[in-house]
């Protein structure tokens, strides 16, 4: 089946950085693209970033362009969220997951899920 569980969360300040991962067991993800999503309070899922199998295509969501940067260790299979310049709109409950293949801004196309880690922002 496979597994995904994220860590790194907790309380950040304005400003502050923090770095999510999100390490696999269970199985391999080879060949598997991985996102970043966060669900703020009262607002739906949304992409933050993904990134390819092989490291080499990565996407950020205008929200964290430029302040956040997602890798990948595939010997660990793990993947990480670096996140800079934190502000308080990025309070939420951060998820990783993965799909088979090129990386999605969408919800639906990805196939495992992690079960989220809390990131509270304060000003």
């Known amino acids: 089946q496979g597994h995904l569980v994220e860590g790194g969360g907790g309380g950040g300040k304005d400003g502050g950085s923090l770095r999510l991962s999100c390490a696999a067991s269970?199985?391999?993800?080879?060949?598997?693209?991985m996102g970043w999503f966060r669900r703020a309070p009262g607002k739906e899922r949304e992409i933050v970033a993904h990134i390819n199998w092989g490291g080499s295509i990565t996407y950020y969501a205008d929200s964290v362009k430029g302040r956040s940067t997602i890798s990948r260790d595939n010997a660990k299979n793990a993947v990480y969220l670096q996140m800079n310049s934190l502000k308080p709109e990025d309070t939420a409950i951060y998820y990783c997951a993965a799909k088979y293949g090129l990386g999605s801004v969408r919800n639906r196309d990805y196939s495992h899920w992690g079960q989220g880690t809390q990131v509270t922002v304060s000003s």
């Open positions: 269970g199985r391999t993800f080879n060949g598997y693209a």
